[in-house]
C-alpha cells in the first residue's frame, strides 16, 4: 500500500455563520483505498464529502486530487477530474428512463462519452448493479433500492477516480443491505478509490480498509477500522462522556 | 442637498411598496407581481375619497388600508392558498404564482382602464411649497414621508416587540419549524400577504397627494420594488428601507444630472451590482 | 430514446414530411389572399417562431424570460439603423448577434441565481433597453423616428418567417439530440446532480438562451419593414413578452411543436377582441393567465395526454376484464 494519495485533504474548513461544520481536517486516500468516513450525527461528514465534491467551497485549506488543487473549483469541473458522487437523500432525474439517468454520468464527466458508446456504458452498469433489462423503466416508480442502485451507476459511469457515497446503504432492509454490502465490495475488488460516509457499523467493520473518524467537526481518529472503532475517544464521541 | 431630500422622500414612498413586498414574499412566499396594481387601485381609492368626500388622503389611509388588507386576504385564500398547496416544490409554487399574478395584474389593469381610462389623474391636496435649508419642496411630500416614517416605525414595532410580529418573523425563517412550535403558518402567511397589500396601499394613497398616476403604470412600481426588495435581502424589512432610500436618491441624482429617461437604467445598474457582487441582498448573509 | 439516436427513426422523417407539406401549405396563402387573412397568418407566423424559440429556453429550464420584446425590438432596431446603408441580410444577422449578445449578458448575470430573479430582471429589460435607446437617439441623433423603406411586402415578410420558423424547429430538433439538449433535461430535472455529473450549468443555460434570444432578435429585423415608421414604444412594446409567454404556456412547452396549439388561438381570439374590444384586451390577457395556472397547467398539450392517458386506462380495465388480455397500448 505505497501508492501516492489520489485525494489529499490539508486543513480543510468549513464556516457556516457562527458554526464550524469543519475544523481543520486533514487526511490522504491512497489510490484503491475503501476509506470509511464516520462519526455521530452532525459530526461534519456530509459537509466533508461536500467539500471534496464541491458542493460547498472550503472557507480555508486545500483539497487536492492526484496532486491538482480541487478546492474551490466549482462542481461540474471537480466532476471532470474524476469524482462522483451518491447524495445521502437519493437523488434521481425523475422524468428521464433508467437508461438515461446512467448515461447522464457517462456523458458529461470524467469520462465522456456520446451516443452509443454512452448506452453501452449505461447499459453495462445497469446490469452491474442489479438492474438488467430495466433500462426503458421510468425511475420514478422504482422501489427505493433500485433508486439506489441507479445513483450508483450513474456515479461509476464517468469511470471516476474517486467515488463518494454518502450513506449509501442507509434505509436498506437487512436482504437489501446485503445485496448492497456485495456491491460495494466487489467495486472495491475492482480497484476502485472510495470514501464512503456511512452509519451501518457492520459495512464499516466487513468494507473499509481504514476509516476516518470525527465528532463536532473534528478528526478525532484515523487509522485500522476495528482499531479505530476500539479508541476510548471514538467510543464516548458516539456514546457521550461516561466519565463526566 | 436638494438631490438628497427630493431623494429620500421618493425613496420613503418605495420603501413601504418594497416593505410591503417583502413580507408578501418572504413570509407568504408568494412573489406577488401584481402589487403595483394595488398601489395603483390605492391612488385611485384616494383619489375618489378626496374628490368625493373630500376626505384628506393621509386620514384616507384608514380607509384604503383595511379595504386593501381585506381584498389581499380574500386573494391569498381564494387563488393562492391552491397553488400552495398543489406545488410540490417551491420552484413549482415561484412559477405558479408568477403566473397566476401576471394574471391579476392584467386583470386588474383591465379593470382600472375599464372604470377610469388610460388618462393621467392628479389632484391638489397641500401642493403649497415649504422651505427647507434654502430650497422649496411640496409640502405634500413632506407629509408623504413624514406618514410613512410614522406607518414603518409602526409595522418594525410590531414585527419585533408583539407576539403575532415574531410569529411571522419565524414564519419567513422557517415555515417547517414555525409549524412544530405551534404556529399557525396557513393564517399567518394570509395575514402577512394582507398586511403587505395593506402597506403598499397606504403608500399608494400617500403617492397620490404628490405623484401624477394612471392605470397602467403599477407594473413600473413593482419592478422597482422587486429590486428592492432583492437589493435589501428577501424578507429583510430593515434591508428593503435602506435599498429604498438608495435607489430614491440614485434616480434622483440621475434625473437631476444626467437625463429623467434614464431612470431605469440608473435602477438596473444597482441590480446588476448586486446580482453579481451580492445576490443575497446588501444585509443578507450566506445560505448554504 | 429517438433523442439520442445518430440517425433519423421513421417517426422523425414522417413528422419532418408532415411539417414540410402544412410549411408548403401555409406558403400559398398569400397567393388566395393579401388582406384580412394575410395579415392574421402574419401575426401568427410572428408568434409561432417567437413562442417556439422562447419554449426552446423556458421549456427544458422552466425559467419565464420576459425578455422576448427587448430581443425584439433590438432587431428592429439593428435593421431600422442601417437600412440607408447595408444590406437587409447582413442587418438581420446583426440584429441575430445583437439579440445574442444581449441574452449572454444577461444570462451571466442572472442564470446562475434562482428563477425569480431572473422574471424580475427580464420584466424591465425591453424598458431599460428602450430607455436607452431614446435617450441615445436624441442626445446624438436627429430624432427618435426612424423610417424603413424596403421593396418588402408583406407576403414577403410572411415568407420570411415560414423559412425561419423551419430554421428554428430544426435547430430545436437538433439542440434536443445534442450533448446540450441532454444536459437540458438533466438540469431540468434536477439541477444538484447536473453539476455533480459535469454539466457546466450556468454555461448550458446561456447558451440556449443565447440561441433563443438571437432568433426572436431576427423575427423582430424581419418586421422592421413592416412597421415602416419606427419608434422606441412600437419597438420595445412589453405587450410582445407578455403574449408570448401566454401563448406557450396555453399551447404547453414540453413538445417543440406544442405552443402551436397555442399560438394559433390565441392570436385570432386577440385579433378579434382588439378589433372590437380594445378596452378589453388586458383582461383577456389576465384571464388567458388565469386559465393557464388553474385550467390548463401543462397547455393544451397536457390536456391531449392526459385525455389519451385516461382512455388508454379505460381500454386496459375493459380488455382485462374481458380476457385478461396484455396492455393493448404495448
Do not use: H, T
Given at each position: 500500500m505505497n501508492a501516492a494519495p489520489i485525494l489529499r485533504i490539508e486543513g480543510a474548513r468549513k464556516v457556516f455563520g457562527g458554526l464550524v461544520a469543519v475544523n481543520d481536517v486533514s487526511f490522504d486516500v491512497r489510490e484503491g483505498e475503501l476509506v470509511g468516513l464516520i462519526g455521530p450525527n452532525g459530526s461534519g461528514k456530509t459537509t466533508m464529502l461536500n467539500l471534496v465534491s464541491g458542493a460547498l467551497k472550503p472557507t480555508a485549506g486545500t483539497i487536492g486530487l492526484a496532486g491538482a488543487r480541487i478546492s474551490g473549483r466549482p462542481a461540474h469541473e471537480i466532476a471532470r477530474q474524476g469524482v462522483a458522487r451518491t447524495f445521502q437523500l437519493v437523488r434521481i432525474l425523475p422524468s428521464m428512463t433508467a437508461l438515461e439517468n446512467v448515461m447522464a454520468g457517462a456523458v458529461f464527466g470524467h469520462m465522456r462519452t456520446w451516443g452509443d458508446d454512452a448506452r453501452h456504458v449505461a447499459a453495462a452498469l445497469l446490469e452491474r448493479v442489479g438492474l438488467a433489462g430495466r433500462g426503458d423503466a421510468m425511475t420514478g416508480s422504482m422501489t427505493y433500492i433500485d433508486q439506489k442502485r441507479l445513483e450508483l451507476a450513474r456515479a461509476l459511469a464517468s469511470n471516476p477516480r474517486l467515488l463518494l457515497l454518502d450513506e449509501w446503504l442507509a434505509g436498506l432492509n437487512p436482504s437489501e443491505l446485503k445485496l448492497g454490502i456485495d456491491l460495494i465490495n466487489e467495486m472495491r475488488n475492482d480497484g476502485r478509490t472510495i470514501i464512503m460516509v456511512e452509519h451501518v457499523m457492520d459495512a464499516i467493520r466487513s468494507l473499509c480498509d481504514r476509516c476516518v473518524v470525527m465528532s463536532s467537526g473534528v478528526k478525532i481518529a484515523e487509522g485500522d477500522v476495528a482499531d479505530v472503532l476500539a479508541r476510548p475517544e471514538v467510543v464516548s464521541a458516539y456514546l457521550g462522556d461516561d466519565d463526566a | 442637498m436638494e438631490i438628497l431630500i427630493t431623494g429620500i422622500v421618493l425613496g420613503g414612498t418605495y420603501a413601504l411598496i418594497a416593505v410591503g413586498l417583502t413580507l408578501q414574499y418572504g413570509v407568504a412566499r408568494?412573489?406577488?407581481?401584481?402589487n403595483g396594481e394595488n398601489l395603483v387601485f390605492a391612488c385611485f381609492g384616494a383619489f375618489w375619497l378626496w374628490s368625493t368626500f373630500t376626505i384628506n388622503p393621509v386620514l384616507g389611509i384608514a380607509i384604503v388600508a383595511p379595504a386593501a388588507f381585506a381584498l389581499n386576504w380574500a386573494i391569498y385564500v381564494v387563488m393562492l392558498r391552491p397553488l400552495v398547496n398543489r406545488a410540490k416544490n417551491r420552484g413549482q409554487l415561484e412559477v405558479d404564482s408568477i403566473l397566476a399574478t401576471f394574471g391579476l395584474m392584467f386583470i386588474a389593469q383591465g379593470i382600472m382602464l375599464l372604470g377610469f381610462g388610460g388618462g393621467y389623474y392628479n389632484y391638489n391636496f397641500l401642493s403649497q411649497p415649504i422651505a427647507i435649508l434654502g430650497a422649496n419642496y411640496g409640502l405634500n411630500r413632506i407629509v408623504a414621508l413624514c406618514a410613512a416614517v410614522v406607518i414603518a416605525g409602526a409595522l418594525y414595532v410590531f414585527l419585533t416587540h408583539t407576539r403575532y410580529g415574531t410569529a411571522i418573523r419565524a414564519v419567513a425563517v422557517d415555515p417547517t419549524a414555525a409549524g412544530l412550535v405551534a404556529i399557525d403558518v396557513p393564517r399567518a402567511s394570509a395575514f402577512a400577504f394582507a398586511l403587505g397589500g395593506a402597506l403598499t396601499a397606504a403608500s399608494g394613497a400617500l403617492l397620490s397627494t404628490f405623484y401624477t398616476f394612471n392605470a397602467s403604470m403599477g407594473t413600473l412600481f413593482t419592478m422597482k420594488a422587486l429590486i428592492i426588495v432583492i437589493m435589501g435581502g428577501v424578507g429583510d424589512v430593515r434591508g428593503a428601507v435602506i435599498a429604498a432610500l438608495l435607489l430614491g436618491i440614485t434616480e434622483t441624482a440621475v434625473a437631476s444630472l444626467i437625463d429623467p429617461g434614464l431612470t431605469l437604467a440608473a435602477t438596473y445598474t444597482l441590480f446588476?451590482?448586486?446580482?453579481?457582487?451580492?445576490p443575497q441582498g446588501i444585509f443578507g448573509r450566506h445560505m448554504a | 430514446m429517438t433523442p439520442l439516436l445518430a440517425t433519423i427513426t421513421r417517426r422523425e422523417a414522417g413528422i419532418a414530411v408532415i411539417g414540410a407539406v402544412m410549411l408548403a401549405a401555409a406558403a400559398t396563402l398569400p397567393l388566395f389572399d393579401t388582406g384580412f387573412y394575410l395579415s392574421l397568418a402574419l401575426n401568427i407566423a410572428m408568434y409561432v417562431v417567437l413562442c417556439t424559440a422562447w419554449t426552446l429556453f423556458s421549456g427544458p429550464t422552466h425559467y419565464i424570460s420576459l425578455a422576448s420584446a427587448a430581443f425584439f425590438g433590438i432587431g428592429t432596431y439593428s435593421v431600422a439603423l442601417g437600412i440607408e446603408t447595408l444590406p437587409f441580410p447582413l442587418l438581420v444577422t446583426i440584429g441575430f448577434v445583437a439579440s445574442a449578445v444581449l441574452a449572454g449578458l444577461v444570462g451571466i448575470a442572472t442564470l446562475r441565481l434562482s428563477g425569480v430573479y431572473f422574471v424580475i430582471f427580464t420584466l424591465g429589460l425591453a424598458e431599460l433597453v428602450r430607455q436607452v435607446v431614446t435617450w441615445a437617439q436624441t442626445n446624438f441623433t436627429r430624432g427618435v423616428g426612424l423610417y424603413v423603406f424596403t421593396d418588402f411586402t408583406e407576403a414577403h415578410i410572411y415568407w420570411m418567417l415560414l423559412g425561419l420558423a423551419a430554421v428554428v424547429y430544426v435547430t430545436g430538433w437538433l439542440v434536443n439530440r445534442s450533448r446540450l439538449g441532454f444536459a437540458l433535461r438533466i438540469i431540468g430535472n434536477d439541477e444538484t446532480v447536473a453539476r455533480h455529473v459535469g454539466i457546466n450549468t450556468a454555461m448550458a443555460k446561456?447558451?440556449?438562451?443565447?440561441?433563443?434570444?438571437?432568433?426572436?432578435?431576427?423575427?423582430?429585423a424581419f418586421l422592421a419593414p413592416r412597421f415602416a415608421y419606427v419608434e422606441p414604444p412600437s419597438a420595445f412594446n412589453p405587450m410582445i413578452s407578455f403574449q408570448v409567454v401566454i401563448m406557450a404556456l396555453l399551447g404547453g412547452t414540453g413538445r417543440l411543436w406544442a405552443p402551436l396549439l397555442g399560438v394559433i388561438p390565441f392570436t385570432i381570439l386577440f385579433d378579434q377582441i382588439s378589433a372590437n374590444f380594445p378596452n378589453h384586451t388586458s383582461l383577456v390577457?389576465?384571464?388567458?393567465?388565469?386559465?393557464?395556472?388553474?385550467?390548463?397547467?401543462?397547455?393544451?398539450?397536457?390536456?391531449?395526454?392526459?385525455?389519451?392517458?385516461?382512455k388508454r386506462k379505460f381500454r386496459i380495465v375493459w380488455t382485462d376484464d374481458a380476457a385478461l388480455g396484455k396492455d393493448p397500448a404495448e
Open positions: - | 408568494i412573489m406577488n407581481l401584481a446588476i451590482l448586486v446580482l453579481l457582487f451580492r | 446561456v447558451a440556449l438562451f443565447m440561441i433563443s434570444g438571437g432568433f426572436i432578435g431576427i423575427v423582430g390577457i389576465g384571464i388567458a393567465f388565469m386559465s393557464v395556472v388553474y385550467l390548463l397547467p401543462r397547455g393544451v398539450v397536457g390536456l391531449i395526454e392526459d385525455m389519451r392517458r385516461m
